[in-house]
């Protein structure tokens, strides 16, 4: 998992938590690391289920909005890192049907090796678009903050219905946009 994940979550925590809840984490989990994490590294994928499962228990909220929470805030972090991106594209539908041609693309061209989930686009209309998320890791509930956050830079509200998921047991996950520009 790339780093950047790590740091925003560190980012987040100490934010909103504090630097003593971040710490409280980082010695509740077996770390290979040590916990120590750089934006541009890469880590093991258990590290960051082990810290947001301790911060899921920390709060006592539900795994999937602990995820959405965390994948706006995540997606906050990335466009100021890579605003060019945002820029770019005229629209929030714009920006997500770029993930996989432009933006994995570069990523992995900076950085070989990474993981991403697959992600196909179906039933475009002018207001909606459904997207299709296939990864191992599961972390479609991340992936549906992701796209908030995405709609939030760009001041459109939006509607997620999250119509197929790999929790409950399908195959693939599938998320149903609406957005009301």
Request: proline fraction near 4%; glycine fraction near 8%.
């Amino acid at each position: 998992m790339k780093g950047i994940i790590f740091t925003s979550l560190a980012d987040m925590v100490e934010e909103h938590y504090g630097l003593k809840s971040w710490q409280g984490m980082l010695d509740a989990c077996p770390l290979a690391t040590g916990g120590s994490y750089s934006s541009g590294g890469i880590y093991p994928d258990k590290e960051i289920m082990c810290l947001v499962g301790q911060l899921q228990q920390r709060l006592d909220v539900p795994l999937d909005i602990l995820l959405r929470t965390f994948g706006e805030y995540l997606f906050e972090c990335l466009s100021k890192m890579h605003h060019n991106y945002v820029i770019s594209k005229a629209s929030p539908r714009d920006f997500i049907m770029s993930i996989n041609d432009e933006i994995h693309r570069d990523i992995e061209k900076l950085y070989p090796g990474t993981s991403f989930p697959f992600l196909e686009y179906i039933n475009d209309t002018d207001n909606g678009l459904s997207v299709i998320y296939k990864s191992p890791r599961k972390l479609c509930f991340l992936a549906e903050g992701l796209i908030q956050g995405v709609a939030n830079q760009y001041n459109t509200d939006i509607g997620i219905i999250h119509s197929k998921c790999m929790h409950r047991g399908d195959e693939h996950c599938q998320m149903d946009l609406t957005f009301y520009e």
